[in-house]
């Protein structure tokens, strides 16, 4: 964003400097708007952290597993979570 206010400092236009720079004049503004420290990236192909809280492969194919199994399979996960927490 510097590079841009630079440029546009400089006499260039603002579209011409985005364009340069590979992002939209709308990508600049909303960038200007927001604290996009804060926000964060939001493209689809960002690299993204794991969540803390995902399951491991482990874990996942035992739910996969339990949910699959004879007694659940015709049952919705609104079904299927509070009768395995009455069993146990």
């Known amino acids: 964003m510097t590079l841009i206010n630079n ?3 400089a006499g260039a236009r603002k579209t011409i400097a985005c364009s ?3 992002i939209s004049l709308r990508t600049y503004r909303r960038w200007i708007k927001e604290d996009a420290l804060t ?4 493209r689809v192909d960002a690299d ?3 969540p803390k809280n995902k399951l491991t ?3 996942r194919a035992s739910v996969l597993a339990s949910c ?3 007694e659940y399979a015709s049952l919705p996960p609104s079904q ?3 009768a ?3 069993t146990g």
Request: proline share 8%; aromatic share 4%; charged share 35%.
């Open 48 to 50: 993204r952290p794991e």
């Open 57 to 59: 492969d482990a874990e």
């Open 39 to 42: 926000v964060g990236d939001r």
């Open 80 to 82: 299927i979570v509070p």
């Open 20 to 22: 340069e720079a590979g």
């Open 68 to 70: 699959n199994s004879k």
């Open 7 to 9: 440029a546009f400092t």
């Open 84 to 86: 395995l927490l009455d």
